[in-house]
């Protein structure tokens, strides 16, 4: 009889906090609802990096609101993606680096491993030059100091990691709210007009036939469906002391799947607005090449008549990049211990990955300055997009296996529509190669 896996499970994701958060067994709704809410904030934090940032000021600055379709669409995406992610956590017991472990030939999990840690120092980069900013915006702290001083928040995530796994959802549900209500306001005296805005939510031809709409376009979508995030969905569901059940799995895919979808929701309206504020703000006067988060600071309380408008935007981007960097640790952790089994001590694991991230950073800062971190936190974006294909495939193909999933495997309209955003993601990565590499 044919195995589900090649290897036994040997371990569980996070021991540290596997099984540590209390379900109430015979409670209602919304108490068990309240529960397993959490994983999902941590997911949403992912997808409203300062990656995003970059990305969807570039694209409202540029094109105004056409590319609103496209953060729509890649949030779609993530909601199944992330949907797919928690269910092999909870069914499998296994985390995605894990369950590639127990599936794939090792030189093949090795690969997979360089990729994944690429993305993840390319997200950290992204994090790395977003709190640099904020620090430089905020303080008048240079970029060089910025990018030094983020090294220190490695002590930060010992002491949260110390406190419990709660600890660290709370302070990432507040950061959260923090960039909601800064957005809130933005949206407000930006007056953004909302015939556009309804218009920009549905796709244009003209995102596929211009080259540079193309390219923002897929930083877009690779900035919004972060692969680390697969990982990390997978791990820190299994946080939660549900029944290992058939019953208590199918509560627990219930609940994680509302708590996944309503965070992405609220990672939408951030991400959105951005666009929208930069659109409304900057596309309608004209400002068409505002393409970094120095110039759209510069630009706001002149365009707007409200010094507040900048500030709460710098404030805004440094809890995105505190906020990112809270789950990158994590899934750096997660990751590591997935493929390899290696298991370093948390803070040297994120010394090793904030240096990966600071080093290059810091010497573009010194060279280069603001636009250079610009559009390297750009650059970070499509690295982001091309890692996405390598975590997506096997993702759908371990949800998609009855020998792994059992009963709870993809039916088949899922199956279909997870395969076809795979393969839309696969086509643009390719198209982007090549208009990357011909010089187009």
Same mark, same amino acid.
């Given at each position: ?106 030189? %093949?999990?090795?690969? +997979?491993?360089?990729?994944? *840690? !690429? ?5 950290? =980069?992204?994090?790395? #030059? $977003? ?65 556009? %805005?309804?218009?920009? +939510?549905?796709?244009?031809? *003209? !995102? ?5 709409? =193309?390219?923002?376009? #897929? $930083? ?221």
């Amino acid at each position: 009889m044919k195995k589900p896996w090649l290897k036994e499970r040997q371990n569980n994701s996070l021991p540290e906090v596997f099984s540590s958060i209390n379900v109430p067994t015979n409670a209602g709704f919304w108490k068990k609802l309240l529960a397993f809410t959490g994983p999902g904030l941590m997911v949403a934090v992912g997808y409203m990096d300062p990656g995003n940032w970059a990305t969807d000021i570039s694209g409202g600055a540029k094109f105004g609101y056409t590319l609103l379709s496209v953060v729509l669409i890649s949030n779609i995406f993530a909601m199944i993606l992330q949907h797919l992610a928690l269910k092999l956590g909870i069914v499998a017991e296994r985390d995605l680096a894990q369950a590639c472990r127990d599936h794939f030939h090792p030189m %093949i999990n090795f690969f +997979l491993w360089i990729f994944c *840690e !690429i993305a993840i120092a390319a997200m950290d =980069l992204a994090e790395v #030059i $977003g709190s640099a900013i904020a620090l430089n915006l905020l303080f008048g702290i240079p970029l060089t100091w910025g990018i030094a001083i983020t090294v220190v928040d490695v002590l930060l995530i010992l002491l949260l990691q110390a406190k419990g796994f709660r600890w660290i959802e709370s302070i990432v549900a507040g950061l959260i709210f923090i960039i909601l209500a800064c957005f809130a306001y933005e949206i407000i005296v930006s007056k953004p007009a909302l015939f556009p %805005i309804l218009e920009g +939510l549905v796709p244009q031809k *003209e !995102i596929i036939t211009n080259p540079s709409m =193309l390219y923002i376009a #897929i $930083g877009i979508l690779g900035a919004t469906v972060m692969p680390h995030n697969l990982y990390l969905h997978s791990s820190i569901v299994q946080t939660r002391n549900y029944a290992r059940t058939t019953e208590g799995k199918k509560e627990a895919i219930k609940f994680a799947t509302i708590d996944s979808t309503f965070s992405l929701f609220l990672a939408f309206f951030i991400n959105a607005s951005i666009l929208i504020v930069a659109a409304a703000t900057f596309h309608t006067t004209g400002n068409h090449n505002i393409a970094d988060i120095h110039d759209a600071h510069k630009m706001l309380a002149p365009i707007l008549g409200t010094s507040l408008a900048s500030i709460l935007f710098a404030v805004a981007l440094l809890a995105s990049g505190q906020n990112s960097t809270l789950t990158g640790t994590l899934a750096g952790q997660i990751v590591m211990e997935g493929f390899l089994n290696i298991k370093l001590k948390p803070w040297f694991r994120r010394l090793i990955t904030r240096l990966i991230a600071v080093i290059p950073a810091f010497f573009v800062a010194l060279w280069y300055g603001e636009k250079g971190t610009a559009e390297l936190l750009v650059l970070s974006q499509v690295i982001l997009s091309m890692q996405l294909s390598f975590a997506v495939i096997p993702l759908v193909m371990f949800t998609s296996d009855k020998l792994k999933m059992g009963e709870f495997v993809n039916k088949t309209s899922l199956k279909i529509i997870a395969w076809i955003i795979s393969f839309i993601i696969i086509i643009l990565n390719l198209y982007l190669l090549y208009q990357t590499f011909s010089g187009q």
